[in-house]
């Protein structure tokens, strides 16, 4: 069986925890992995590693440190097959869905290579007689990732590129569901030219994360994954002093109003809520249809549900894989199970369907008729479950989010350039796509929701990135003139 193990100051360490988690291949329901999940003491070596290597990399020059970055971007888009193939062994997605995760990776790692802009401070001459103010930005130190199943290369990737490139060292904690895609990035890492130690993996679970949360080294700590988790890691690691961004789950809306192309929009619908097997923190879970647009959208998307095909996620033929864990896929079809029951219409009942094999499989289920107080609607589904609260209007379209806990992306689709734009305006959520239905930001926008999607008030990459792994420093300066009549002020002359 294959072992999945720590990477620390550049070398493979296997735990001696005794304690290890499943890593399945979704698609047959093997058992193909076993990851090593770290004691505190692993977790206390490897923040150690990167505590040593960060006087070092934060004294290189910012012209090598840029070198190694394009290096990196460059090996990453030369091994995009192999990433992607491992992506799809253990998450199970579609090898065009996984490509498309280390594309938007990639984004990230080119938006670091700018750090000479993004590093450049300000400076104002001559503020007073004699004296300027300038600031810098430093790094924090030591900074901590962990990350959640879903995008297990692409989500790291908000988060390292831009914290090595500022000058920090870092320890990731990815999922201990698909771990290994870190394994051959940190390979990436060490070709390119990065040190040993700036780059650390850490495999583990709940002890892991709360050895990060509380360990004195750890400046700070980007976490994505679930609401509850991030509101825990987000509350941990400020009580512990650390400076914190914790991204949580999602319940994301797409408003169609009555003028809308329905066929785009039953494309839209249907591409952003069953693509990755709607385990996308940005995937559409509820279709708001407003006024006359309900019967003929439903009516579309229903009639492109049968022409999914389902498979596994290696097959080229397939558009959708598997869930990531039967226990995952048992709740998600649960869902679907009880809507009836709770006065809502299962138009498709993807439970329905049976798979051979024991993959963790489920097929698209479509819910109408749904409204808040249904589980269905109040809870993340994170699953190929779409559902479809009618409304009678554009302000109880808008209304209905706004009382949603969630606030991380959304989405109208409309011929109306007016109503888009007072959509943008006034809906609450932190993305706003307008005709387009999974608004993820390019790498060089930040990413990050509203509410109960996001603690703390850094949202992930681009600027606040790295406005996040830098600490700023204003520095006021007075070089008397020698040449000048000015008294003895105490200061060394500039002579
Ligand atoms: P999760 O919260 O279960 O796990 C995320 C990370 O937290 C993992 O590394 C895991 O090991 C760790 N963890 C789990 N339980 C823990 C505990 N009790 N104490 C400490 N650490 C713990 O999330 P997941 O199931 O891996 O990922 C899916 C979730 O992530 C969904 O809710 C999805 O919406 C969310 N997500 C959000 C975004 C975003 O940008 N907002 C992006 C991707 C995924």
Known sequence: MKK?????????????????????????????????????EEVDRAVAAAHAAFPEWQATSLARRTTIMYRFRDLVDQHKDEIAAQLTAEHGKVISDSLGEVKRGIENIEYACGLTEHLKGSFSQEVSTDIDVYSIRQPLGVVAGITPFNFPSMVPMWMFPNAIATGNTFVLKPSEKDPSVNSIVAELLSEAGLPDGVFNIVQGDKVAVDRLL?????????????????????????????????????????????????????????????????????????????????????????????????????????QMGPLITGEHRDRVASFVENASGEGATVVVDGTDQDFQGDGFFLAPSLIDNVSPGMACYDQEIFGPVLTVVRVDTYDEALKLISDNAFGNGTAIFTRDGGAARRFQIDVDAGMVGINVPVPVPVGYYSFGGWGDSLFGNSHAYGPEGISFYTKAKVITSRWPDPSSSVIDLGFPQNV
Request: net charge negative; glycine share 12%; charged share 15%.
């Open 214 to 318: 509380e360990h004195p080294d750890v400046a700070a700590i980007s976490f994505v994954g679930s609401t509850p988790i991030a509101r825990y890691v987000y509350m941990t690691g400020t009580g512990a002093g650390k400076r914190v961004q914790a991204l949580g789950g999602a319940k994301n809306h797409m408003v169609v109003l009555p003028d809308a192309d329905i066929g785009l929009a039953a494309d839209a619908a249907v591409s952003a809520g069953y693509g990755s097997a709607g385990e996308r923190c940005m995937a559409i879970s509820v279709v708001v249809a407003v006024g006359s647009s309900a019967d003929p959208l439903v009516e579309a998307i229903e009639e492109r549900i049968p022409g999914l095909v389902v498979g596994a996620g290696n097959d080229s033929a397939s």
């Open 4 to 40: 999945i193990n720590h990477i620390i100051n550049g070398a493979e360490v296997a735990t001696t925890s005794g304690r290890t988690s499943p890593v399945y291949n979704p698609a047959t329901g093997e058992t193909t992995a076993e990851v090593g999940l770290a004691t505190v």
